[in-house]
């Protein structure tokens, strides 16, 4: 699926978070979005779902607009996997990751339906806990249940948010691995905000980088993940390497000054 983004603007009450944001993501490309807490990574994926109603702009999917389509349309070609679940009734893992079969199916999920769900679980490594309820899973059991529901819609676009932070590194790899083998089979176009840089810079094919709801750049991991770019949106000083032909990044410092600044404005008060 192709994302067309055009001079898009969105605000929280009494707070602008995204501006004047324009952007294309091409088909079959994992693209990670990168930047500080508050940056608006959260709220552009968000608004690429269509669960936010811009100021300003358009989301193109595909040349459709986004805010014009049926949410089963969008269903059909877009799985979303938030930070965290709000599911509070009780259903199985297999019920949830079945869920995802939903708008492909009619009002009885088929056997190809079933075969699609037993396929994502053995993938996922859920096959031991499918019949368990899903509110009684570890938070890190429970991330990859949603993200094996959304890969159970087969999407043209899946959308990320933090998918790997409640992971250990080993799921973390798996995961990641998974996604991309996903995006070769299926043609599928991939987009996740990730706090960990480096494994944004090993799995992305591009790498969106935001500053105070603004691009500050984009492109591929080598041409982002600067000294430069660090420091003018992490504030830190960084040593950017290669490991197997990819990126690496070494925080070694706050730059000057903010490291004072902030120990002034954490030091007690007696």
């Keep these: 699926m192709r994302i067309d983004i055009r001079n898009f603007y969105f605000s ?3 707070r602008k978070v995204l501006h004047d944001i324009n952007l294309i993501i091409e088909d079959s490309e994992i693209v990670c979005v990168v930047g500080p ?17 811009p100021d300003s702009g358009q989301i193109l999917l595909d040349g459709k607009e986004s805010r014009n389509m049926k949410r089963i349309d969008m269903a059909k070609k877009i799985g979303y996997v938030p930070q965290s679940s709000n599911l509070t009734f009780s259903a199985t893992v297999f019920d949830i990751v079945l869920m995802g079969r939903r708008p492909h199916a009619s009002w ?8 699609i769900v037993i396929d ?22 429970q991330q990859r249940v949603l993200i094996a529901r959304a890969m159970a819609q087969h999407p043209e676009l899946l959308l990320l948010d933090e998918p790997t932070s409640a992971l250990d590194i080993a799921y973390q790899l798996d995961i990641m691995n998974i996604i991309t083998n996903f995006v070769t089979k299926k043609n599928m176009s991939v987009v996740m905000v990730v706090h960990d840089l480096n494994l ?7 790498i969106i980088m935001l500053k105070d709801g603004r691009i500050h750049a984009r492109g591929k991991p080598e041409d982002v993940f600067t000294e430069a770019n660090l420091s003018a949106v992490y504030d830190v000083e960084a040593v950017i390497g290669t490991q197997k032909e990819k990126v690496t990044i070494i925080p070694v410092a706050r730059n000057k000054g903010k490291e004072k600044k902030y120990e002034r404005e954490r030091a007690p008060t007696f």
Aim: aromatic content about 6%; some cysteine; hydrophobic content about 40%.
């Design 108 to 115: 009885q999920s088929s056997m190809i339906d079933i075969d």
């Design 200 to 206: 944004a810079a090993r799995y992305a094919d591009s």
């Design 37 to 53: 807490n508050g940056s608006g990574k959260s709220t552009i994926v968000k608004c690429i779902e269509s669960l936010l109603v």
């Design 12 to 14: 929280y009450p009494g």
């Design 120 to 141: 994502i679980l053995l993938l996922l490594e859920l096959e031991d806990i499918a019949l368990r309820q899903f509110n009684r899973l570890s938070g890190g059991q």
